[in-house]
């Protein structure tokens, strides 16, 4: 909706930052270069079906194909490294909060999930600045990362590894390689773009990620602990805009 058509109707909605420009860019930077490992990889896995033969063509041919993915490959890894490197010097200067690290309480709310949705519990749990789902999300990418990158340098560089290291760690790689990148293929496309796009909540598209911004609507319904804390930081602060979110009143 419009600044403009908003004033108009008299609506006024605010507005927090939950992510910041880096962030943003970091999460581009992860979906384009997953877009191209998945079109570049899947077509190499699936080498006998025909439409593996026309999506290798559309990149010109398999070295071409080849050396694209490897290029996606090391960009993956440097952005893996940055995200790491930048998230220490972060938590070492104390400026951000442990929000991605799972704990009790985040099994205590799948568990709650589970019985709201089998009608134990008339409400679901409240949660803070990340819920169970987004935190086992970005584990499980993390994870899948360092087998992805590990995996995809033996097999850059098979016979210079198995100098040092046992000869059967080459087919080994080749494998987990290969499953591990379908697997990552079919989480981001079932489990991430249904619970980030097509989840009834934000129907058909969660521009968040990408703008940065969301609702204060939307921040009281999933993620009500973290406004209140914010909110109560601002308010002992005697600040308006609370430190780790910037409101925008539109309307």
Known sequence: ????????????????????????????????????????????????????????????????????????????????????????????????????????????DAV???????????????????DYKQKFEYWGLVMGNVIMVLTGIILIYPTVLARFLPGELVPAAKVAHSNEGLMAFLVITIW??????????VFPFDTCIFTGKISRERMEHEHPLELERLEAEASRAGKAVAPHAEREVVG
């Not at 709650?112 to 409240?126: Q, V």
Request: charged fraction near 15%; include cysteine; proline fraction near 3%.
């Open 112 to 130: 709650a999930t589970l019985k709201y949705y089998l009608g134990l519990r008339d409400h679901g749990p409240k949660y803070d600045r990340y």
């Open 192 to 201: 991430h773009i249904y619970n980030a796009h097509l989840n009834p909540d």
């Open 1 to 108: 909706m419009s600044t403009s058509t908003m004033a108009d109707s008299n609506v006024s909605t605010s507005y927090l930052v939950r992510f910041t420009g880096k962030q943003r860019a970091e999460h581009l930077v992860t979906m384009v270069v997953f877009t191209m490992l998945c079109l570049t990889g899947l077509p190499q896995k699936f080498y006998g079906a025909a439409w593996a033969h026309r999506m290798v063509n559309l990149f010109g041919g398999i070295d071409a194909a080849r050396w694209i993915h490897r290029f996606c490959g090391w960009t993956l890894a440097l952005s893996t490294v940055v995200h790491f490197a930048s998230a220490l010097v972060t938590i070492a200067g104390r400026k951000t909060r442990l929000t991605m690290i799972p704990t009790k309480h985040d099994f205590d």
